[in-house]
């Protein structure tokens, strides 16, 4: 049974680090984007192709949440106890996509701000 659960945190740790890095390189996209002049484009070179779709990045946050849940309901805390150190891997893997989200959604929030602004500037320009 130890196995079973040994497997379970090995397999939730690693979809966390999957996530995780997906994270990474969207707000490393999202903050080169909003540094670059709005007229340059991107270039292919930087272009990650190892990044998910969000649909893909769904699934894979549903299916840790999904494993957790279930690693929760189906052993006890003194089962679980025996893997420790791999449960507070996943807590720490936990707090750090918390952190990475919470990045993320600033890094999204300071795009969008500056769209509106540089449509507000076309908007007076075009009166003119």
């Not at 996530?19 to 991107?42: A, F, G, K, M, V």
């Not at 699934?59 to 003194?78: A, C, E, G, M, S």
Request: aromatic share 4%.
């Amino acid at each position: 049974m130890p196995s079973n659960i040994t497997s379970s945190l090995e397999t939730i740790n690693e979809l966390s680090r999957l996530i995780l890095s997906q994270l990474n390189i969207r707000i490393e996209d999202t903050e080169h984007e909003s540094s670059q002049h709005p007229l340059q484009e991107l270039a292919p070179e930087t272009a990650d192709n190892d990044q998910y779709s969000d649909e893909q990045l769904a699934k894979l946050v549903t299916k840790r949440h999904t494993l957790i849940d279930l690693l929760l309901k189906t052993f006890t805390q003194k089962q679980l106890s025996i893997a420790l150190p791999q449960i507070n891997e996943m807590v720490s893997l936990n707090d750090q996509l918390t952190s990475s989200s919470q990045r993320s959604k600033l890094a999204l929030a300071e795009q969008v701000i500056k769209l509106k602004k540089s449509k507000k500037v076309t908007r007076l320009y075009q009166k003119y």
